[in-house]
């Protein structure tokens, strides 16, 4: 039995080698059941590994996974009816069919009559229900793929990378599907190396970097936790702006659209800058004051960027 | 065993099939284009008819009588030259294998020979050593040109032969070892059904395992209830169907466009099912050994290519020389020809049942070679 009864995840010392190279070292965490948790980090880091661990498809050098309950490497025929996977990089037979992959996985699941409309709705491919797999772009290929770990209604749904290689708008679409599995009551594990996506969508994270979990929590208590400082932008701001901050003690940084962007401590030095910058007559368009995000505490904790690229923005 | 998933299975792989055009051409129409330029070529095997060209510098009755002679001998047909011409440069120009050369005195010769007296032969006046030589212009170079100067050889001996008034010494009786004549495209057609079971087999057990393998596609379905043995099941039962259509074009295309006279009963469905099992069984391995499908196809092309030729499908194992007669039999391709030809040709059934037995005992090997060296989940 699970430490937790609203666990679905428990996983304890958990650590996979490949001959030389040891993929995951010794990790252990929960997730809870209904919870959306997001195993985050960067490529090679062991996310597939664990992820392919805890459902089914690879098996552990050692360590123990029980996934609703029970030992992935026991009890695997009576754990495959009961959850759903996107393997990375979904792929399906090329000349069938949107539809026609669905009632295929829905018979493997010995589901008789699957509800295929109401699958295709919901990853919002009622357009090409009739197009061969072949046809899909990268986002649709992906969306189908999540509509086929559903078919048998899991209760535990592994999501690895969904979004990897997607353009902005098709992975803000898959957000849209995310969060419809979350209001659906399922539990979610998603594994990313989106930082931003984590902190939008996960209730839990659990950042891994070189095997091993080096952070976790909710976004805001890791963030609290881990960078405790305020990022305040000035906006088109012109040169004298940058000599009068960097002349006050901080470390400002300017891209090439004249934004300013510099860390600080605490609130009270962003109304001391503001001051500062007003009485220099420096001049700039508009502010902005955030906490950090996840990626900036992932630069805390390593000591190396996460990725290149900017934050997507929250679906509606 | 799961029946409904073994159907979702065949249901998902004939679909693919059908919407695939190259996969469709090379199961069944790749088959029957082979069964129609051969069996065409090979049609009228057994009533050759030669291209003649002969010219006549003789221009006299009795050159006129050989020439009508050799026609209607049947095995020529007979062009003239015009004695005016260069005969070697009339065959170069005009890419002749063999022009026959009649000379000048042909007539007067046979008339010493005959001893002919207004058209009356006398044996007093019979010249025994008077002769006449025919010349062959011929190129040494084409192949065709050795059975054709044979036949001439033979009619133009059997013409010396009728000038001598006298009856062969010795005769010949022909006493087929088969009940019945059988013709050329009903030795080919049993070759090409087992070729084609192999090719549909062996691309398949590799386009099962490689390729899908390599899409990630085995690796969804390994989260999912089915099994491999569900799996393979399915696809040895869809490459039966594949092979069964095969054959069934093959055939009707032959009833229908050469008349064949072959024999169909449980041997055919047999041969079939044991050669499925031993080409996926083959392919299941090779995808085991080229993990990459490129290279797995590769590999299955490197061996059914060469097990075509070697086997006996498309010509008789005599006309190889000795030491591809020993490799042709250690091939499971052929054990498949012999047998089919043995059981659709022959009515032989104890051929058939040894080759049966054969291709069975490396079926049954290699298929459960390829079972256990297959992976299906991931496991390591």
């Known amino acids: 039995m699970p430490k937790d009864t609203e666990s679905a995840i428990d996983v304890e010392h958990l650590t996979k080698r490949y001959d030389e190279v040891l993929a995951v070292d010794d990790i252990s965490f929960t997730v809870r059941m209904g919870e959306l948790f997001a195993f985050v980090g960067p490529n090679g880091a062991g996310k597939t590994t664990t992820v392919e661990i805890i459902d089914t498809i690879r098996t552990p050098t050692s360590g123990t996974v029980r996934l609703l309950g029970m030992d992935v490497t026991k009890r695997k025929r009576d754990i495959l009816p009961r959850i759903g996977v996107l393997p990375q990089g979904f792929t399906s037979f090329d000349r069938i069919t949107v539809t026609e992959t669905i009632q295929y996985y829905s018979r493997l699941f010995s589901r008789r009559h699957p509800d295929v409309e109401g699958l295709i709705e919901l990853v919002n491919l009622q357009d090409k229900s009739k197009e061969q797999f072949q046809n899909l772009s990268g986002g649709l290929k992906q969306r189908l793929g999540i509509a086929v770990a559903l078919v048998n209604d899991p209760e535990v749904v592994f999501l690895d990378e969904p979004t990897t290689g997607l353009d902005p708008r098709a992975r803000r679409e898959m957000w849209k599907v995310l969060l419809g599995l979350k209001k659906k009551g399922k539990t979610v594990f998603l594994t990313t190396h989106y930082m931003e996506e984590a902190e939008l969508l996960a209730d839990t994270v659990a950042i891994i970097s070189k095997g091993q979990i080096i952070a976790m929590g909710s976004p805001e208590e890791l963030i609290q936790a881990n960078a405790k400082y305020l990022v305040l932008t000035l906006k088109s701001a012109d040169e004298h702006a940058l000599v009068t901050v960097r002349t006050m003690g901080f470390d400002p940084v300017q891209d090439d659209h004249r934004n300013i962007t510099v860390n600080v401590a605490h609130p009270s030095d962003v109304r001391k800058i503001l001051n500062t910058l007003t009485e220099a007559e420096a001049s700039f368009l508009t502010l902005d004051v955030r906490k950090p995000s996840l990626d900036a505490v992932f630069l805390e904790l390593t000591g190396e960027a996460l990725r290149q690229g900017s934050a997507e923005t929250m679906p509606e | ?380």
């Open chain 2, 1 to 380: 065993m799961s029946p409904g998933v073994i159907r979702a299975n065949l249901v998902v792989s004939l679909k693919s099939f059908y919407r695939e055009k190259s996969a469709v051409f090379f199961t069944i129409a790749f088959p029957i284009i082979l069964i129609l330029v051969f069996g065409t070529i090979f049609m009228n095997q057994d009533n050759v008819s030669f291209d003649l060209h002969v010219q006549d510098l003789d221009q006299t009755p009795s050159s006129a009588q050989l020439l009508k002679t050799l026609e209607l001998d049947g095995r020529f047909k007979i062009a003239q030259v015009d004695p005016a011409l260069n005969a070697a440069r009339y065959a170069k120009d005009n890419k002749l294998n063999l022009v026959l050369v009649i000379p000048e005195g042909y007539q007067k010769a046979l008339v010493q020979r005959l001893g002919l007296i207004g058209g009356v032969p006398s044996t007093a006046f019979r010249n025994s050593n008077a002769s006449v030589t025919v010349t062959y212009i011929y190129d040494a170079s084409s192949s065709s040109v050795s059975p054709k100067m044979q036949t001439l050889q033979s009619a133009l001996g059997a013409v010396n032969q009728g000038m001598s008034g006298e009856p062969p010494f010795i005769r010949s009786a022909d006493t087929p070892v088969l009940a019945r004549k059988f013709r050329f495209i009903e030795f080919f057609v049993p070759g090409i059904i087992a070729m084609s079971v192999m090719t549909s087999s062996l691309s398949g057990a590799v386009s099962m395992n490689a390729e899908l393998r390599q899409k990630g596609v085995i690796r969804k379905l390994s989260t999912t209830p089915i099994t491999h043995g569900d799996w393979v099941l399915s696809n040895i039962l869809y490459q039966v169907i594949l092979a069964v259509i095969s054959a069934a074009a093959i055939l009707l295309v032959s009833y229908a466009v050469f008349d064949v006279s072959l024999r169909i009963d449980a041997w055919l469905p047999t041969f079939i099912v044991l050669e499925v099992f031993a080409f996926a069984g083959i392919g299941m391995i090779l995808t085991r050994v080229a993990k990459e499908a490129e290279s797995a196809m590769a590999a299955a092309n490197a061996i059914m290519y060469p097990m075509m030729f070697l086997s006996g499908s498309f010509f008789p194992l005599e006309m190889m020389p000795g030491f591809l007669q020993k490799i042709a039999r250690i091939l499971p391709l052929y054990y498949g020809n012999e047998g089919l030809r043995a059981a659709m040709v022959l009515a032989d059934n104890m051929t058939a049942l040894r080759c049966s037995a054969i291709i069975g005992v490396f079926a049954a090997v290699v298929f459960v070679v390829g079972i256990m060296t297959t992976k299906w989940e991931e496991g390591k």
